[in-house]
Nanobody
Framework: QVQLVESGGGLVQAGGSLKLSCAAS?????MGWYRQAPGNQRELVAG???????NYADFVKGRFTISRDNAKNTVYLQMNNLRPEDTAVYYC?????????????WGQGTQVAVSS
């Protein structure tokens, strides 16, 4: 069983930046970031394949960048120009195989809070 450990969350003022990291304990394939705000459903923020193909939710395009280091089994989320509505618990997810259509592994989440 692969473990995912997130880090990098915190409190920041609107317009500020944070960088989240997620380290997997073993080899994984596609990786992604989700978020869940109180009272809301969990939603996809960004995803990246092992080969580097990226996809983003419309609400973060131009502000967030997902990247990964396959040698370290780590995925990153650089978040710039943060807004109060970005406040949520951010979860890392990863797929166990190259053909997986769902994420098999999930992290515990890291809190991001953006003050106005």
């Amino acid at each position: 069983q692969v473990q995912l450990v997130e880090s990098g969350g915190g409190l920041v003022q609107a317009g500020g930046s944070l960088k989240l990291s997620c380290a997997a304990s073993g080899r994984v394939f596609s990786m992604g970031w989700y978020r869940q705000a109180p009272g809301n459903q969990r939603e996809l923020v960004a995803g990246i394949s092992r080969g580097g193909r990226r996809n983003y939710a419309d609400f973060v395009k131009g502000r967030f960048t997902i990247s990964r280091d396959n040698a370290k089994n780590t995925v990153y989320l650089q978040m710039n120009n943060l807004r109060p509505e970005d406040t949520a618990v951010y979860y890392c997810a990863a797929a166990s195989g190259p053909s997986s259509t769902v994420y098999d592994y999930w992290g515990q989440g890291t809190q991001v809070a953006v003050s106005s």
